[in-house]
């Protein structure tokens, strides 16, 4: 007899958490791509630059990061959502995550979003951004080390 195993109690927590855990991504992702302007502005005003000078700052990323970026996001969403629906194809989702996080981040990293001379403390502005792009990263491999073990346990099919 061939029993499956029960669905344990934290992939549901893990799931739901990760789930709104990456809808921030999703919103960030289409708050941006669609220019809204006052998610625009909020961040105008956390760098001390203006709305112009984001929008610029994106329109000038190239084709590849316009490619990454959206996989990192959707991947994402699609690895959670596969978790909830016990699917062993949520390790691979969250890996096409980690890839198109991996792309974007060369990018960031290498092509920093411009800074203004005014407003808030920009250092304090920058370690915020340092350490919550660490968190994304440890937040994805997680989700990596998560998935496969639910696979190996029989709980992702």
Do not use: C
């Not at 996080?101 to 092509?111: E, G, Q, R």
């Amino acid at each position: 007899m061939n029993q499956k195993p029960k669905t344990p109690w934290h992939l549901w927590a893990i799931g739901i958490v990760s789930l709104i855990w990456n809808a921030g991504g999703a919103s960030d992702y289409l708050q941006v791509q669609l220019e809204v302007q006052s998610y625009l502005q909020q961040g105008a005003e956390m760098t001390g630059t203006s709305v112009e000078e984001i929008i610029a700052y994106n329109d000038a990323m190239p084709f590849w990061v316009n490619i990454s970026w959206p996989f990192g996001v959707w991947g994402a969403i699609a690895g959670s959502l596969l978790l909830l629906l016990r699917s062993r194809f949520a390790g691979h989702a969250f890996v096409i995550s980690l890839i198109g996080l991996a792309f974007t981040s060369i990018y960031t990293i290498s092509n920093p979003m411009p800074m203004g001379e005014g407003g808030p403390d920009l250092e304090t502005v920058k370690t915020f951004q340092t350490v919550f792009s660490a968190a994304i990263w440890i937040v994805t491999l997680l989700l990596i080390y998560y998935a496969n073990r639910m696979t190996k346990a029989g709980v992702l099919r």
